[in-house]
């Protein structure tokens, strides 16, 4: 049984039913739906959402998530561009966040499209801020330098989990390094990293701090931290419901470790308070300068 804290309120607002409809329409597919995100209800009451492109069937299946696994039937389509910026415009948002399923059948995993509505959204609005939530895309280097060519101003690549438990969630350990270097990569190239993390999967406060660790030396200026929790049967079992305090201890142990911004608490997902987080790194980062 979840503890009392979990608990979310059923959406009433208008707001929530106008933008599902809209989606609808626009053929257009968000994470908030598609992997079952606890705050959905309070986010599209806002009129905000995060847009899921490449489709909404991922080619790899690891058990912690809900998003419908198996080979993809869509491609990328400049229709998927046009729609999406049109509805930022109707939704009149300056600050917009854009992630994908993981593309691995796809020669360069969906780099170009990101670039593309990327480098649109931009022309079309102006002004706008944009934060992507890539994959991994098999760290293949020219696939990483396509995201280069029309830079989002937060680049957000979730290290998940730690490390003793990729197996558990069905991922190679190898792939908790390659997510590492492609973070790297990035704030290498100059951009303002973020990465995000589960627990109540088993692991240790140890371990927590050790994946901190990681990432701080891949050059991560955000974290967020959040509950996990077992959207089916088939998913990995939630082994630990932490309570709000600890979620505030574990944002003390990240800032006072360097991060910028931890966003840590039971219902945080990787766009919560997405827009405060970037200018709380730019200011900072200004300052510095």
Request: hydrophobic share 35%.
């Amino acid at each position: 049984m979840k503890p009392e804290w979990l608990r979310v309120e059923l959406p009433d607002k208008k707001e929530f039913f106008w933008l599902k409809k809209r989606l609808r329409e626009a053929k257009l597919h968000t994470i908030c739906e598609d992997a079952r995100c606890p705050n959905i209800g309070y986010c599209f009451s806002q009129k905000t959402s995060t847009f899921l492109i490449l489709g909404d069937i991922c080619t790899r299946n690891c058990s912690f998530c809900a998003v419908k696994k198996g080979k993809p039937v869509e491609f990328p389509s400049q229709k998927e561009i046009m729609e999406i910026t049109e509805l930022v415009k109707e939704l009149k948002l300056d600050y917009v966040v854009i992630t994908s399923v993981t593309r691995d059948d796809l020669e360069d995993g969906g780099a170009e499209h990101y670039m593309n509505l990327t480098d649109y959204l931009r022309q079309e609005i102006e002004n706008v801020k944009i934060e992507i939530l890539i994959p991994d895309f098999q760290e293949k280097e020219e696939s990483l330098k396509i995201i280069l060519k029309a830079p989002p101003d937060v680049l957000n690549h979730n290290i998940e989990t730690v490390k003793r438990l990729y197996p558990a969630i069905k991922r190679p350990v190898n792939f908790y390094m390659r997510s590492l270097q492609v973070l790297k990569f990035y704030y290498e190239n100059g951009l303002i990293t973020k990465s995000g993390m589960m627990v109540g999967l088993g692991e240790t406060v140890d371990e927590i701090k050790e994946t901190m660790e990681n990432l701080l030396n891949a050059g991560v200026k955000i974290l967020t931290i959040g509950q996990y929790l077992q959207p089916t049967r088939k998913n990995h079992p939630v082994l630990k419901y932490y309570h709000p305090e600890e979620f505030e201890e574990l944002k003390e142990i990240g800032e006072s470790m360097g991060f910028i911004d931890v966003v840590s608490g039971p219902f945080v997902r990787s766009s919560y308070r997405a827009k405060e987080s970037f200018y709380k790194v730019k200011n900072v980062i200004s300052n510095i300068q």
